[in-house]
């Protein structure tokens, strides 16, 4: 059973940096993808970015391109989601998520319970 937990959120002013972590443990080769999704108040759960285990392919959505990077170190299993230029716009919980890749998004398998990222204006 894939188990997934995540660290790093919190407050942070416009135009700052975070960096999320996400630790999976009991990854198979059944989820060879591995991402985060966001979902702000009153909103529905929206793509991030993702990135292969492997060869470590990464896809982003277009609102984040070029201020987010994703990363994986596949020893341990985790991944990082490297944020700059926070905008007010980019609060949410951020889940991350294992799972594959299809049209150039992640199709999520397993969660996590999702950390807070709050930017203030």
């Known amino acids: 059973q894939v188990r997934m937990v995540e660290s790093g959120g919190g407050l942070v002013q416009a135009g700052g940096s975070l960096r999320l972590s996400c630790a999976a443990s009991?990854?198979?080769?059944?989820?060879?993808?591995i991402g985060w999704f966001r979902q702000a108040p009153g909103k529905e759960r929206e793509f991030v970015a993702a990135?292969?285990?492997?060869?470590?392919?990464?896809y982003y959505a277009d609102s984040v391109k070029g201020r987010f990077t994703i990363s994986r170190d596949a020893a341990k299993d985790t991944a990082y989601l490297q944020m700059n230029s926070l905008q007010p716009e980019d609060t949410a919980d951020y889940y991350c998520?294992?799972?594959?890749?299809?049209?150039?998004?992640?199709?999520?398998?397993?969660w996590g319970q999702g950390t807070l990222v709050t930017v203030s204006s």
């Open positions: 998520a294992v799972g594959w890749i299809n049209i150039a998004t992640l199709q999520p398998q397993v």
């Open positions: 009991g990854r198979t080769f059944s989820n060879p993808a």
């Open positions: 990135i292969t285990w492997s060869a470590g392919n990464a």
